[in-house]
């Protein structure tokens, strides 16, 4: 169980910090929907005759990507008449379908489509989670070295233009780099379980803080302690690591979040 339990911080490490930008930009879905177009991908090179494990498919897979994180960096405008979230969920649903109709000419076909959802995170090798780690490290410098414009264009568009950053170009240097985390990610985590590290962490902080520093370290240590425990029921109950994992994360959000009501009664009272 240790280098599964080590791709998972990995994975709460990367989209902890991705998921605070996620929100404040109110595309709650686009990885979800980035997520099922990397899997289409994937899906794609299955039917190819190419391993789904293999640099092809990856390539493939990210190729997918990079075309929806293109087409979402030029559509993003709050002066549309069509919110971006309805392109997102449109994308989501048309690739989720796709890749349905391409896995029902596959040989075990069910099985693919059940691994596309959940991954398999226990077959991680300890290859995998260290080109996986530095991957995301060199994601991560890059969002280090442009904190600046992602930040402003992610909690306020209007105040990047007047500072004179080129949004849509921003906006696709963030989606892009997010495509690389995403297809990486749903190769060995799954669909279900990627968007489950980006968005309940990032909801969770948010509930107890502004400060982006306080928001990463509340995120982490959820990533890090729902991955325990689930990996923990997992092996106790003999059941799917992935959807049990995302149950734990579910269960932690619900609890946190009444005793954040709780205090909260308490201290108006």
């Not at 190419?50 to 709050?78: C, E, I, K, M, W």
């Not at 996986?132 to 930040?151: D, E, Q, V």
């Not at 906006?171 to 997010?178: E, G, P, V």
């Amino acid at each position: 169980m240790l280098w599964p339990f080590i791709a998972s911080l990995v994975l709460a490490g990367i989209h902890a910090y991705l998921g605070l930008h996620v929100v404040e930009r109110g595309v709650i879905f686009v990885d979800l929907s980035l997520a099922q177009v990397a899997a289409l991908g994937s899906a794609v090179a299955l039917l190819s005759g190419y391993d789904l494990h293999g640099r092809s498919a990856y390539f493939l897979s990210l190729g997918f990507t990079l075309v929806g994180a293109g087409l979402f960096s030029v559509t993003r405008s709050r002066r549309t008449r069509i919110p971006q979230e309805a392109l997102i969920g449109i994308v989501y649903a048309m690739s989720a379908a796709l890749a349905i109709l391409i896995m029902d000419r596959l040989p075990e076909g069910s099985e693919h489509i059940k691994h596309i959802l959940v991954g398999n995170l226990l077959a991680v090798s300890p290859w995998e989670v260290q080109k996986m780690a530095l991957l995301y490290a060199f994601i991560g410098a890059l969002h280090w070295f442009w904190r600046k414009p992602f930040l402003t264009i992610s909690t306020d568009p209007e105040e990047a233009s007047r500072k004179g950053y080129r949004v849509k170009l921003w906006d696709f240097l963030f989606y892009a780099t997010f495509g690389f985390v995403v297809t990486s990610s749903v190769a060995i985590a799954g669909v279900l379980l990627v968007f489950t590290y980006l968005i309940v962490p990032s909801v969770t902080a948010m509930l107890f803080s502004e400060s982006v520093g306080t928001r990463l370290a509340i995120g982490w240590t959820m990533g890090g302690a729902a991955s325990l425990l689930g990996m923990y029921f997992s092996f106790r109950f003999d059941a799917p690591t992935g959807a049990t994992v995302i149950c734990v994360f579910g269960v932690l959000l619900a609890c946190l979040s009444i005793l954040r009501a709780t205090v909260l009664r308490r201290a108006f009272k």
